[in-house]
C-alpha cells in the first residue's frame, strides 16, 4: 500500500511540475501563480490521504468515492497537459541537438524557451475532459436514458410475439446520494408497461445495508404480468473487502439474497422456471455471477436442468465475459443473453446506433449494446447505478426495453 501511494505521489508531483510551468508561461504574477500552486497542494495532500484512509473492512464509502472524483476532475486535465508538454519537450531537445551538432550555432540556447501558444492550446485540449468530468458528476451520473431494442427471432412462440421486457443492471444503491433522482429513474422504469422486468445482479457495493434506505424507493417498481426476476452480480459476494470473519462474510451474503425477495424480485440461483402464455412458454434461465478473472459461481448446466436445445430460452448472466466464453458456444442455444458488469466503464464517447467508444472494450468484447453470433444474442446493460467514481460521462445510466419478435434474425433500435 505504501509503495502504491509513493508512486502515486511521485506521478501526480510530475504532473504538478509541468502544469506549474505552463501556468509561469502565461501568469505573470507570482501571487496569483503561487496561490494556484498552494491550493493544487493542499487539494493533492486531501486525497492521497483520504485513499491512505481507505479501510478494506468498510469498503467504499462516500469520502471515497468524493476522493476519486476529485482525483480525476483534476488531474486528468492536468495529464493531459503534462503530455503535451512531455511532447514539447522531446521537440525542444531534438532541435537543440540538431543546431548544436549541425548547425553549429553556439550562440542560441541548447533548449528554446516554451512557446506560450503551446500553452495555450495545452490549457484548451484539458478543458475537454474537465467540463466534462464535472458534467459526469453532477448531471451524468443521474441522466437516465431509456434504450429500446427489438430483437427478432424465427423460432420464437407465436404468443410471445411483441413480448417487452425490461431489463435493469448493476444499482449499486450504496453510491446513490439523491432520492430524488432514483424516484424519477423508478418512474421511468413504470412508465414503459413491459411484460417482465429483470434485473441482472449488483444490488450493492459489498454490504446489504447499503440498500436498506432504498427499499422502499425499489418497491415502487410495479409488480409486472409475468413477473419480476433477478440474478447475483459480482459485488453481490462481498468479495472486495475484509470481513472480520467468514460467518460475518456469510451472514452478509444471506441478507443480500434477501434483499432481492424484500423489493419484489425472484432470485434465481443456477435454476429457470418457465414464462407462460396460453399454451406456449418460454424458459427463463438465471445464473450465478460467471466472469473471467471474476468469481465463477456460474453453473450453466445446473441452472438448464432438462431443457432442450429447441425450448427457447432467455438467460441472465451478470457477467458479459460468460456469453464470450461459454454460453455463445453452448449446444443448448441460448437466443438471448441478457448481462450488465461493465457499466460501460462510465466513461465514453456514444452516438446511439451510429458510434461508440470506452476504454471498456479493450476488456470486455461485448461491453454495451447489443451483440450476435449465429443467431445467439447478448445485451450488455450500460448499468443503473455508479460505482467507485461519482460519476458518468458519455456512458450514460440505462433502462432497457427489449421487444422480442417473430421473424428473420434482425435486431433494430426502436
Not at 540556447?109 to 458534467?135: E, H, M
Request: charged share 20%.
Amino acid at each position: 500500500m505504501i509503495f502504491r501511494v509513493v508512486f502515486l505521489c511521485s506521478i501526480l508531483l510530475i504532473i504538478e511540475l509541468y502544469t506549474f510551468q505552463i501556468l509561469k508561461t502565461l501568469i505573470k504574477s507570482k501571487l496569483i501563480l503561487f496561490s494556484i500552486q498552494g491550493i493544487s497542494l493542499l487539494v493533492l495532500i486531501y486525497i492521497v490521504y483520504s485513499l491512505m484512509q481507505f479501510d478494506r473492512s468498510v469498503g467504499q464509502t462516500q469520502q471515497f468515492m468524493f476522493s476519486m472524483g476529485l482525483l480525476l476532475i483534476v488531474y486528468v486535465p492536468k495529464l493531459i497537459l503534462a503530455l503535451i508538454l512531455i511532447g514539447e519537450d522531446i521537440f525542444r531537445v531534438g532541435a537543440g541537438a540538431l543546431n548544436f551538432f549541425v548547425d553549429y550555432d553556439k550562440s542560441t540556447d541548447f533548449l528554446n524557451s516554451r512557446r506560450k501558444f503551446i500553452s495555450q492550446i495545452g490549457l484548451g485540449l484539458a478543458a475537454v475532459p474537465f467540463l466534462s468530468l464535472i458534467y459526469g458528476v453532477t448531471i451524468g451520473k443521474y441522466n437516465y436514458k431509456v434504450i429500446r431494442q427489438r430483437i427478432f427471432f424465427p423460432d420464437l412462440p407465436d404468443a410471445f410475439d411483441g413480448f417487452k421486457i425490461t431489463q435493469i443492471s448493476d444499482v449499486h444503491s450504496g453510491s446513490f446520494d439523491d432520492p430524488e433522482k432514483i424516484n424519477y429513474a423508478i418512474d421511468l422504469v413504470n412508465e414503459q408497461n413491459s411484460d417482465m422486468i429483470l434485473f441482472t445482479g449488483d444490488i450493492v457495493n459489498t454490504h446489504a445495508k447499503e440498500m436498506h434506505p432504498w427499499i422502499e424507493t425499489f418497491n415502487r417498481i410495479r409488480k409486472h404480468e409475468y413477473g419480476k426476476y433477478s440474478v447475483l452480480g459480482n459485488h453481490d459476494y462481498g468479495e472486495y473487502v475484509t470481513w472480520a470473519s467468514e460467518a460475518a462474510k456469510a451472514d452478509n451474503f444471506k441478507a443480500i439474497k434477501n434483499l432481492y425477495g424484500e423489493i419484489g424480485f425472484d432470485l434465481l440461483l443456477n435454476e429457470h422456471t418457465f414464462i407462460e402464455k396460453g399454451d406456449a412458454k418460454i424458459a427463463l434461465v438465471g445464473v450465478e455471477n460467471w466472469g473471467h478473472n471474476f468469481k465463477q459461481a456460474g453453473d450453466l448446466n445446473k441452472a438448464s436442468g432438462q431443457l432442450k436445445k429447441e425450448d427457447f430460452k432467455i438467460l441472465m448472466s451478470h457477467d458479459p465475459s460468460h456469453w464470450e466464453h461459454v454460453v455463445q458456444h453452448d449446444d443448448k442455444h441460448y437466443h438471448l443473453t441478457l448481462s450488465g458488469h461493465t457499466h460501460g466503464m462510465q466513461f465514453g464517447i456514444e452516438i446511439p446506433g451510429y458510434f461508440k467508444w470506452s476504454l471498456a472494450q479493450y476488456v470486455y468484447k461485448q461491453w454495451a449494446g447489443l451483440y450476435e453470433n449465429l443467431g445467439r444474442y447478448v445485451y450488455v446493460n450500460r448499468g443503473f447505478g455508479f460505482h467507485a467514481f461519482p460519476g458518468r460521462v458519455g456512458i450514460m445510466p440505462e433502462i432497457t426495453v427489449i421487444e422480442l419478435k417473430k421473424g428473420t434474425n434482425v435486431a433494430e433500435f426502436v
